[in-house]
C-alpha cells in the first residue's frame, strides 16, 4: 500500500481543496467556470500535445486497448438495456443511462490519475480518442434520432467536433507531429510544457469544485433513484470487472493490465451531462450519476492501484 499512496495522496488532496475553495467561496462566484474553461482550452491540451510527441504511434495501438473497449461495449449496452426493459426509458434516456455507465471521466481526472500512477499518459490518450472519436458521435447520433426536430445544426456541429474540441484537437495534432518525426524547438516546447504542468492541478481543483453541488440525489421519482444506483455500481465495479476479465483472457502484460483496469474504474464523464444539457431529458439523473460515481471511485481506484500495480 506504501507504493499507492503517493501517487493517489495528490490527487485527492487537490480535489478536496478544490471542494472547500467552492465550499466557502474562497475564489469567488464564477470561478469554477473560468478554471474550466482554462483548462480544457488551454492547460490539457498541453499536457496531451507534449506527451503525444513522444509517443510512438504503436504505443498508442495495444490490447490494453481491446480490453477497455470491451468493457466500455458491454458495461454501455448493459446500462442501455436495464433503462429500456426495468425502468422502461425511451430512446434518448437509455442512451444517456448506457453512456453514463460506460464513458470514462479520461480527461480532468484521467489524465492526472494516469500520471500519477501509471507515470504516463499514453494509454489515457488512447481512451480519450476512443471515446470522442467514437463514443461521444455515436451518443449524439442516437440523440438526434430520437429529438422531435433539427434543422441539421447539430449534425454540423457533431462533423466539427475534432476541430472545435480543443482536446482532441491537440490530442490529434500530437499523434500527427510525433509520426512525422519532427521535434519543435524548445523556444515552442517550453512553455507549452509549462502550461501542462499547470494543467494537472487546475483540473483537479475543478473536480473538487464540482463536487459541491447542490441538491444532490434530488431526482424525479423513486425510479430515478434506483436507476442511478445501477448505473453508478456498473460504472465502478462493472466496467473495472469485465476489463480485468478481458485482459486475463488476453494475457495482457501487467503495466498494461493495470491501466486498462485502472481506466475502466475512472467515474462518469462530465462530458455526458454536457451533451445531455442540450436534449429533453432529465439532466438531474445524470448529474447525480457522475458526482456519485467521482466519489465512490476514490475508494475504487485506490484498491485497483493497491492490486494491481
Given at each position: 500500500?506504501?507504493?499507492?499512496?503517493?501517487?493517489?495522496?495528490?490527487?485527492?488532496?487537490?480535489?478536496?481543496?478544490?471542494?472547500?475553495?467552492?465550499?466557502?467561496?474562497?475564489?469567488?462566484?464564477?470561478?469554477?467556470?473560468?478554471?474550466?474553461?482554462?483548462?480544457?482550452?488551454?492547460?490539457?491540451?498541453?499536457?496531451?500535445?507534449?506527451t503525444l510527441i513522444d509517443t510512438p504511434f504503436s504505443a498508442l495501438v495495444n490490447k490494453g486497448l481491446i480490453a477497455f473497449g470491451v468493457g466500455t461495449v458491454l458495461v454501455g449496452f448493459a446500462g442501455f438495456a436495464v433503462s429500456w426493459w426495468?425502468?422502461?426509458?425511451?430512446?434518448?434516456?437509455?442512451?444517456?443511462t448506457g453512456m453514463a455507465a460506460c464513458y470514462v471521466n479520461a480527461a480532468n481526472l484521467g489524465i492526472p490519475v494516469a500520471l500519477q500512477a501509471l507515470g504516463s499518459s499514453s494509454f489515457i490518450v488512447t481512451v480519450l480518442l476512443f471515446q470522442s472519436l467514437f463514443m461521444m458521435p455515436l451518443m449524439l447520433a442516437l440523440l438526434e434520432s430520437d429529438a422531435p426536430r433539427g434543422d441539421g445544426s447539430r449534425w454540423r456541429s457533431l462533423l466539427m467536433l475534432p476541430v472545435r474540441n480543443p482536446v482532441i484537437a491537440a490530442s490529434l495534432l500530437g499523434v500527427v507531429v510525433g509520426t512525422s518525426g519532427w521535434r519543435p524547438p524548445d523556444v515552442l516546447l517550453q512553455p507549452i510544457h509549462t502550461l501542462g504542468n499547470a494543467g494537472v492541478a487546475t483540473a483537479l481543483l475543478v473536480l473538487g469544485m464540482s463536487l459541491n453541488a447542490r441538491n444532490i440525489g434530488e431526482v424525479t421519482d423513486s425510479g430515478r433513484r434506483w436507476e442511478t444506483v445501477t448505473v453508478v455500481t456498473l460504472k465502478i465495479v462493472a466496467q473495472p470487472l469485465v476489463a480485468l476479465g478481458v485482459g486475463l483472457l488476453l494475457d495482457?502484460?501487467?503495466?498494461?493490465?493495470?491501466?486498462?483496469?485502472?481506466?475502466?474504474?475512472?467515474?462518469?464523464a462530465q462530458n455526458v451531462f454536457i451533451a445531455t444539457s442540450q436534449y429533453a431529458i432529465d439532466t438531474r439523473f445524470v448529474r447525480d450519476c457522475v458526482l456519485f460515481s467521482t466519489l465512490l471511485s476514490m475508494g475504487t481506484l485506490s484498491l485497483i492501484a493497491w492490486v494491481l500495480a
Open positions: 500500500m506504501n507504493g499507492v499512496l503517493p501517487a493517489f495522496a495528490p490527487i485527492w488532496l487537490i480535489t478536496g481543496l478544490g471542494y472547500l475553495l467552492s465550499r466557502f467561496s474562497v475564489l469567488g462566484e464564477g470561478a469554477e467556470k473560468v478554471l474550466t474553461t482554462f483548462a480544457f482550452t488551454v492547460a490539457m491540451p498541453a499536457v496531451l500535445f507534449s426495468l425502468f422502461r426509458r425511451r430512446l434518448g434516456e437509455r442512451v444517456v495482457l502484460p501487467r503495466p498494461l493490465l493495470y491501466a486498462a483496469v485502472l481506466c475502466s474504474a475512472l467515474p462518469t
